[in-house]
């Protein structure tokens, strides 16, 4: 059973385009996460959700929207992508509320922007 | 500013030699402190984490990390390293209150050689 799951796995697609990577967790949490990690390995906090809400809003580009249906999914819109987007994006849930703040993450999604 | 500093960004280590991967943390208050090793291609997953109380914890994989308070340090441990231990390992640290938001530190490359 996959707790954090991202879709897709790897995208490619170039500049200008419009692309959605989606997440979905079912550990029942109620805080989940988007993360960008560069090619350096540095991970930073761009956004977080809490039952739909959103808490952390990171200096991220407008262009980067997320979007939370219900607290089992997040998903991270990106508009008129640029080089520099390049990157793996990780999205993390935890129960922060009940004291679990501990962060358990998806697999990634490797996006190269050509 | 908060901050979390891992000074090594890379160690190799020699399979069945002893491993100590350093973290120090600068917050205004002591956060809660975790442990990630991230394999190639692979997410993150949780090693071990502090909260508080007894300042030497275990963790999975045969890992363990001491919290010092004087020197604001959250060290990892692992007495004999096996080759499997090759990997990307991250400390981070949250606050205990607000938004319980994540700081990772730029990760240490472990390498093991056989």
């Known amino acids: 059973d996959t707790a954090v799951s991202q879709t897709p796995k790897y995208l490619v697609t170039q500049m200008g385009n419009d692309k959605s990577i989606k997440c979905e967790q079912n550990?029942?949490?109620?805080?989940m996460y988007w993360y960008k990690q560069d090619s350096k390995k540095f991970l930073k906090i761009m956004f977080s959700?809490?039952?739909?809400?959103?808490?952390i809003n990171e200096t991220v580009p407008n262009r980067f929207s997320p979007k939370s249906p219900d607290k089992a999914h997040l998903n991270l819109h990106i508009n008129s992508l640029e080089l520099g987007d390049s990157a793996v994006y990780f999205c993390?849930?935890?129960?922060?509320?009940?004291?679990?703040?501990?962060?358990?993450f998806g697999p990634g999604t490797r996006l190269t922007v050509t | 500013a908060q901050s979390v500093t891992q000074p090594d960004i890379h160690i190799t280590v020699s399979e069945g030699a002893s491993l100590e991967l350093r973290c120090n943390y600068s917050y205004g208050a002591t956060p809660y402190l975790f442990w990630y090793v991230q394999s190639p291609g692979q997410g993150l997953q949780l090693l071990l984490k502090?909260?508080?109380?007894?300042?030497l914890v275990q963790g999975i994989k045969g890992f363990e990390a001491e919290f010092k308070r004087s020197q604001s340090s959250f060290n990892l441990r692992k007495p004999s390293v096996h080759w499997s231990d090759a990997a990307e390992y991250f400390c981070?640290?949250?606050?205990?209150?607000?938004?319980?938001?994540?700081?990772f530190g730029t990760g240490t490359r472990l390498k093991v050689l056989a």
């Open positions: 981070a640290a949250c606050t205990t209150s607000g938004t319980y938001k994540y700081i």
């Open positions: 502090y909260f508080s109380g007894d300042t």
């Open positions: 550990l029942g949490h109620d805080t």
């Open positions: 993390a849930s935890s129960q922060v509320f009940r004291g679990g703040y501990e962060q358990y």
């Open positions: 959700y809490n039952n739909k809400e959103l808490i």
